[in-house]
């Protein structure tokens, strides 16, 4: 027979060293925040060259994805997103919350300018943290439905 409330209890791993956690929301599942340590940021603008500008309007004539404008994107969120870490680790954080994304669109070449923001904090695991919403229910269904079996 399992043990319901020792199956739903349990503590989150501690953050590594050097590691930083990010979400779109205000914290973090099982973690507590002891410290917030302000705003961080990262900015990354980015411009195609005119050959590959060419190719994409010819693109744009005859359908389809605009690979070199995709790729664009990709490169200028990471570098954004590096950006912004940077910053948190700079300033002792294990943690960045309620990040979220700019992103424009920049002279008539086709530029990309992104901006990534959130706030950075410390986080450490909750000792006997007990899971609630989606994840709660999900494990204790199963330990009950073990319990019945």
């Not at 359908?63 to 664009?72: I, K, M, N, R, V």
Request: glycine share 14%.
């Amino acid at each position: 027979m399992l043990d319901r409330d020792a199956l739903l209890s349990g503590t989150r791993p501690e953050i590594d060293q050097g590691r930083i956690l990010m979400t779109g929301s205000d914290g973090f599942d099982g973690y507590e925040i002891v410290e917030y340590k302000g705003m961080v940021w990262g900015i990354s603008v980015r411009a195609k060259d005119m050959g590959q500008d060419c190719a994409m309007g010819c693109k744009q004539m005859t359908g389809g994805e605009l690979d070199s404008y995709t790729a664009l994107g990709d490169e200028s969120r990471q570098r954004a997103i590096d950006r912004m870490l940077e910053m948190a680790a700079r300033q002792g954080c294990n943690g960045v919350i309620n990040v979220d994304f700019e992103l424009q669109m920049t002279g008539a070449g086709g530029g990309s300018n992104v901006v990534v923001h959130g706030t950075a904090v410390v986080i450490k695991p909750i000792q006997n943290y007990v899971p609630t919403g989606a994840m709660g229910n999900i494990v204790a269904e199963i330990a009950d439905r073990m319990n019945r079996s």
